[in-house]
């Protein structure tokens, strides 16, 4: 073969490999597809994570110790306000009570008896006083011996003083009465402190004891959340939290339900910033408790803290950072050119702005499969 159709056929094939390369390669790697941004509405978005938890959680225990026989409850049930809960055994308690109530019984009785007594005696005093004025004057006039006239005084004074015996009997009686009635009253105070009744409604997240098991005062049987004080405790970065405001609606996502968006707003800012994190506690309350919502899960939430309308708007994903400023690469006349941007609103993955972009912008779609991008380099429209 003649040396210059060996060079046709290299030139050749060399043609063919640049072909190939630029059609294959070069072009594809400088294709970008473009987007253009829209005029929309735009709520400006605070993100924040948090858990859910609660400004009332009840923990429910006994004022007394002892063994608990009875638990009417469990763990994810509702509860009414005064329902009974758990029983802790009274062991001889009733016994007591029933002792205490005999006695009582018994000081009545004889309290009644007493006063009968009185009564009797009394009757007696009336005639010995009617005895002893007969034989005083009779005594006096020399018509009745001085001994007649000192059984009839010593008579009255035996009564006067069986009367003093009885009163003071009846006064011991009165007080027995009253030691009985505060026995019972005790036992009894006693006895309703080993029924433990629910202080609200709501619902229980937790069972810390069972049956059988003895508890000592104060330990924790079961806890009861308000629902009505449920809540998302969120931290917002001190940067971006600003804006936020209480009374703000606000977007709650749960760990648990990903796929749903929970309404809300919020209902307090803490006052105090954490001085490790950076961040400030916002609290934020659902319009309608999820069922069923678990105590510490994990949250989300989007905070709308202002609201724009009629602005540019386009995919957050569109967003690059270029020599420390944010903003998007631009087509112009088959040339990328970055043009930075300043971000007044984010929402659901969307951003907006008031001024570098409009209708007309072909804002280019960044993919790492391609070329990276540079000022002035040329670029093919997808």
Do not use: C
């Not at 978005?45 to 026989?69: H, M, P």
């Not at 029983?87 to 008896?113: C, N, T």
């Not at 949250?299 to 386009?314: K, S």
Request: hydrophobic share 40%; glycine share 4%; aromatic share 8%.
């Amino acid at each position: 073969m003649k040396t210059w159709k060996k060079y046709l056929i290299g030139a050749s094939v060399l043609a063919l490999v640049a072909l190939a390369f630029y059609f294959k390669v070069y072009i594809p790697k400088t294709t970008f597809e473009i987007q253009t941004p829209k005029i929309a509405s735009l709520d400006a978005q605070v993100f924040g994570i948090g858990t859910v938890n609660a400004k009332e959680i009840y923990t429910i225990s006994s004022q007394v110790g002892g063994k608990i026989t009875d638990i009417l409850t469990d763990e994810g049930l509702w509860i009414k306000k005064d329902a009974l809960l758990a029983v802790i055994d009274p062991v001889d308690l009733p016994l007591l009570l029933q002792e205490a109530e005999v006695s009582l019984q018994k000081a009545k009785y004889e309290s009644i008896a007493l006063k009968k007594e009185i009564e009797s005696l009394n009757a007696q005093k009336t005639l010995a006083q009617i005895t002893y004025n007969r034989y005083e004057k009779l005594f006096q006039q020399k018509y009745a011996a001085k001994a007649e006239f000192d059984k009839a005084t010593a008579d009255l004074q035996s009564i006067n003083a069986q009367i003093a015996s009885s009163n003071a009997r009846i006064d011991s009686s009165t007080s027995e009465v009253q030691r009985a009635q505060k026995n019972i009253e005790a036992l009894e105070t006693k006895l309703s402190r080993l029924k433990i009744y629910a202080p609200i409604d709501g619902y229980v997240i937790s069972k810390d004891a069972q049956i059988s098991q003895t508890v000592v005062p104060a330990q924790a049987i079961i806890k009861v959340v308000d629902t009505k004080s449920v809540w998302i405790k969120a931290y917002i970065d001190e940067q971006i939290s600003a804006n936020v405001k209480v009374g703000q609606n606000a977007a709650i996502t749960l760990r648990s339900q990903s796929d749903k968006i929970f309404s809300g707003r919020v209902a307090r800012i803490s006052s105090i910033s954490d001085a490790v994190t950076q961040e400030r506690e916002v609290t934020i309350t659902f319009d309608a408790l999820p069922i069923p919502f678990y105590i510490n899960e994990q949250a989300q939430v989007q905070i709308t803290t202002q609201v724009f309308d009629n602005i540019f708007t386009f995919p957050a994903t569109l967003l690059t950072q270029e020599k420390a400023k944010q903003g998007v690469w631009v087509a112009k006349n088959q040339t990328a050119h970055f043009v930075a941007l300043d971000i007044v609103a984010r929402s659901n993955n969307f951003v907006g702005v008031k001024s570098g972009v409009d209708e007309s912008t072909k804002i280019l779609v960044l993919n790492p499969n391609k070329k990276p991008l540079s000022e002035g380099m040329k670029i093919q429209n997808d």
